[in-house]
């Protein structure tokens, strides 16, 4: 009993001295185990970074051959996402910047593809783009960069070329270009270059695109290269422009590996007017974000459209292919796709300097069915996007070749003012290029600085890639490039699948 009585007093007592604590004093208490708390888990995560961050520290002091830090955490990045899907990955610090220029369509220089054909000689110019300050001062194809503000570069690797040419718009460059057997002098000023996405059939004289088949005007043709920051402003301005006033539309996605989630959403949505896009799930299946068509279209329901795809139509291309073809909106043409159904994040490290590429959910198109190929599928599983019955058209790789060529060439500027025999080049090599290959599909809706959710090849396709360096006109190419002649053989002439989309929009039409 005195035991029992001595307990009921220690309890009061507590109670009382509860009472009696000031309120600072208690909230101190309070904040204190709360900020254990979050100390407690902090450690948990921060013991694995340390493990990591040891191991460098330790890599550094005591391997047998110096190391470069920076390439030993590049490896450690590498190792780390290799675990995960072939679409993750880390971004180092000086490819994110080139990334991000592609994604946003545009970059702060002077204007040119170049190449390197062999290394440690001069790097050259494969073209000047449309519009830009480096066409405007003259640089013409195959003229050599030997310096750049009074430094000799003629040994230095592209990249660290491609460096010193860059810089913020507004200011210049001055250029020794070794043209033939003389030095020529140039100061460029550099500018905003745009990157197209959204490109026709050929250019005219004024470098204007024609978005419509030379062989076949009363068809309107389309094709996108990436699905970027502008690519559905472009696409909505050249189909205003068009006004319906075709008999059928080619849209062709091929070779296009992805872009931005919400661009390729407001494409489709260009097309048709009720029903699902697209829809995104995360974890456990959970459905995340969907997208459905708004009412009213830029093209009219009763045109007949015909999609292009390819093995490396990817991602945001696979979107628009499937959501189109599901809708019965569009026939499907060419070669099954690449199959990449999954949404990436793309988050800043370094405070902004790379970043981590990290699948966080899957898409699925109008019917349900998600059209990602694992890493174990088979041609006989379901994956990616198919043509439709009767309309798979295969591509030996000689056709592929002179594709890809002619769609080089289709984007050079017309050179008909520039002096005969100036820009000759020299016959084809093959070479690297500092030119980007495609972007990957993005979400919408991240605040800019978290950067944008991606979902896109990651993993690239095996592409052909679609720029100037890996087959450099030879110089009668070039005089036809100048020329602009109606003699060089038309897209039609070249592309047997691109032939087979005509033929099924002149068999609807004349339905």
């Not at 389309?222 to 059928?248: C, H, M, P, W, Y």
């Not at 959910?361 to 379901?382: F, L, M, Q, S, W």
């Amino acid at each position: 009993m005195k035991r029992q009585v001595s307990d009921t007093r220690t309890v009061d007592q507590l109670q009382d001295f509860s009472k009696k604590m000031p309120p600072r004093n208690l909230n101190i208490i309070i904040i204190t185990a709360f900020v254990s708390f979050l100390c407690y888990f902090a450690h948990q995560r921060a013991r694995t970074a340390m493990i990591v961050g040891n191991a460098l520290d330790m890599i550094d002091a005591y391997y047998v051959d110096p190391i470069e830090k920076d390439e030993l955490l590049i490896s450690a990045m590498d190792g780390m996402t290799s675990t995960l899907d072939q679409h993750s990955e880390y971004i180092p610090q000086q490819e994110y910047e080139s990334f991000q220029d592609t994604l946003n369509q545009e970059f702060a220089g002077i204007g040119i593809f170049v190449e390197q054909p062999e290394p440690g000689k001069p790097v050259r110019v494969i073209t000047p783009l449309v519009g830009s300050p480096a066409l405007s001062a003259g640089i013409l194809p195959g003229d050599l960069i030997v310096q750049v503000n009074g430094k000799d570069v003629s040994q230095e690797e592209l990249s660290e070329v491609s460096k010193k040419l860059k810089g913020p718009v507004g200011t210049s460059v001055n250029l020794t270009i070794q043209r033939g057997d003389e030095d020529v002098f140039l100061n460029v000023q550099r500018g905003r270059i745009e990157l197209e996405s959204v490109i026709g059939d050929y250019r005219d004289q004024e470098n204007r695109w024609i978005y419509r088949l030379r062989d076949k005007p009363t068809i309107a043709y389309i094709r996108l290269t990436r699905f970027g920051e502008k690519t559905v402003r472009e696409l909505e301005q050249v189909l205003r422009a068009l006004n319906n006033d075709f008999s059928g539309l080619v849209l062709d996605l091929r070779g296009n590996g992805g872009g931005l989630l919400h661009a390729a959403a407001e494409v489709s949505d260009m097309f048709i007017n009720t029903g699902r896009i697209v829809s995104t799930r995360v974890r456990g299946g959970k459905v995340e974000d969907s997208f459905d068509a708004t009412e009213g279209t830029l093209v009219d329901p009763k045109k007949p459209i015909a999609i292009l795809i390819d093995a490396d139509s990817a991602s945001a291309s696979e979107i628009v292919a499937a959501c189109l073809q599901d809708h019965e909106r569009a026939k499907v043409v060419g070669m099954r796709s690449y199959g990449k159904g999954t949404v990436q994040n793309i988050l800043p490290l370094q405070y902004g300097r790379s970043a981590l590429r990290l699948t966080v959910a899957r898409y699925y198109r109008p019917n349900g069915k998600n059209i990602h190929r694992g890493k174990d599928a088979t041609e006989d599983d379901e994956w990616g996007v198919t043509p439709d019955d009767g309309l798979v058209v295969e591509l030996d790789e000689d056709t592929i070749d002179d594709l890809a060529k002619r769609w080089r060439e289709a984007s050079y500027p017309s050179l008909a003012n520039a002096e005969d025999g100036s820009n000759s080049m020299t016959p084809e090599t093959k070479s690297g290029s500092n030119e980007e290959t495609g972007p990957d599909l993005l979400k919408a809706g991240q605040p800019s600085s978290n950067g944008p959710d991606q979902a896109g090849p990651g993993d690239e396709p095996d592409q052909k890639k679609n720029n100037a360096a890996a087959d450099p006109p030879n110089s009668q190419e070039q005089t036809d490039l100048k020329e602009n002649t109606p003699e060089r053989k038309t897209g039609l002439e070249l592309d047997p699948q691109l032939r087979r989309a005509v033929e099924v929009i002149e068999q609807q039409t004349n339905k």
